[in-house]
């Protein structure tokens, strides 16, 4: 059965069509079938009182061709008169046309003594194959020569004679079947082609309900609502999708002005107390309290950015990586903290680079937290970028990796480096590795069974 | 403007961080005017024109950004903000409606200190020239913005720098074809990251000709000469932004 699963169709339009078509199918079957036999009972009837005419009306016809002195009538050729029963062997008696010649004749009132209707092939005929050599009928047309001639015989109550009508047994009528069936085909093809389109026309909103709705998710901004349109309840599922949009938006909106408004609130008094803090005259002392307020910045940066992460509004830039790279590791270096560029490449491509560049510092940071030192390096790898951060530091428990990445997760820390970050850093630059397509991973440098340390690679999609 | 102390507009509407700002710049030895919002700021002005306005973008009433734009159109006046926004956004539209600087909060009061210095200085030196600093350089297919800090190269993508870069490169971009020895380029580029810059000359030379240079050992671009500095090997033009962004 499962397998059968995969040909159904899985689409509203497909599994309607495919509905529709079968029941439509099963009527025009059905209808077709009833045509097809009502066809046959009026041939048969016309059959048999085509006989019953010729075996009842000849007399006269007799009388007829008696007054024209010998003139033989065309119709002639059809009644044939005989002594002795007209069925031999080889015959194919035929009791259900028999049986309903004789409810005719009965109905005519013909005393019938006997009665037999048989059919027999054109060329075992002889009265038949003399009428066609003698060009006594203009009718030999009637008679093809691989057909079968159907003939009945009647001897009525008390006379000797028999009468023998004959006709051409029709062909089983394939040719009428054929145009029958061709005939439901077509009105099935266009039946169908018809209810494809309007059915179409009926799902086509739920596709473009659907396209919006994914869109949507990606956020696209700016984009004008959908307009409402197919059957009434597809319209009111976009008129209420629409609306939802809508709410989201404006949540969304609410959102960033929060942020924004949070961020000046904290951000205001941060740089008054670092302001303030310029009157300590200790130096080391003063040192100690502007590291606390640009560790908070630091935090209060990082959360402001993951919530706003998701739908930065910022475009995309054609960039040179190498160069961001280098631009990040060099602020490091100027600043005398031991980060090492590594080896690197030109890779240009599509990038926030705001973003990047907290996402780079982020992992270098976390390096130097963790590890003391940093190296950083630039590699094309199958179709992606991949920038890898790698420190020297004890690296992180195989089973507790998969969690760094939670908020607010820490690896054991030791004790007098400096604890500054809320915990976000990774978790914001895997975000911002996601909002360009992208990875992070995080694994521990292993050589010779030992681990000398954790390497952070950031991946990025490098299309085209 | 050496002999008369350089007077300060400091406009925002947070008491807590104006006033021991204010108190903090004085001790610079700036003379700094207070104003808690825009229109208390007009007023102060029409009173005396101060050398140089720091202006913080989000406050009630006329926001900082509107109060910016009166500035630099009709007074032609310097403004650094005081922003605690961070969106890339955001600090680009600051500059974009004429601002000469910004500073994130919290800031480090002497990186203030520094920038209100170097926007002075900008300022006397172009003096007259209507903002020039809006213009792009363009130089052998490179477009360098001043503003935004954006290069980019020939084929148009963005090649970032850090801002010692940045000063590096712009003080070649002003002197086109001229050999400037490693004593005038630290004077050139010693601005409010001076203490960053303490690195050779040479170092930062090396690092842009990376990120500029097809070969950098062979440079075509930033040239070494032979017995004393560098020199910027090509023909510089500054053209409008408009016309180079379409």
Redesign the interface.
Known sequence: MPAMHRFLPRSLLGQMLLAVALALLAAQTLSAVLIYRADHQRREAALISSLAFQLVADPRFEFRDGRRNGREGRRKVRIERALESPIHDGDLHDPEREAALRDVLIAQDVAIGELVVFSRKVTADSYVMRGRAGSLSGREGRWSLDGEVLLAGLKRAGNDEWLVARVPRPEHSTRALGGLILQTLLLYIALVGGLAFLLRRITRPLAALTERMSRFAGRADGVEPLEPSGPEDTRALIAAHNEMEARIAALLDEKDVMLGAIGHDLKTPLAALRVRIESVDDETERAKMAGTIEDITHSLDDILSLARVGHAKDPLERTDLAALVSAVVEEYEDLGEPVELGDTMRIALPLRATWMRRALRNLIDNALRYGGTAEVSLSRDNGYAAVCVTDNGPGIPEGEIAAMFEPFARGEVSRNRSTGGAGLGLTLARAIAEQHGGSLSLANRVENGRKVGLAAELRLPHGS | MNDQPTRLLLVDD?A??RE??AD?LSRQGFLVEQASDAAKARAALLDSTPDLVLLDI?MPGEDGISLCRHLTESKDLPVIF?T??????DRIVGLEIGADDYVV??????ELVARIRSVLRRATKAAGSVRASEALYAFDGWLLDPLKRRLT?P????????S??FRLLSAFLDHPRQVLDRDRLLDMVQGREAH??D?AVDNQVS?LR??MEADSRDPKLIQTVWGGGYRLACDVERVAPRKAEG
């Open positions: 947070e807590s961080l021991p700002l903090y989000m005081l605690a926004r961070g969106e890339a956004t909060k919290p800031f480090e009061p002497r190269d084929e148009g993508t963005v090649v970032p720098i850090s010692a870069e960053l810059f690195r690092r990376r990120k």
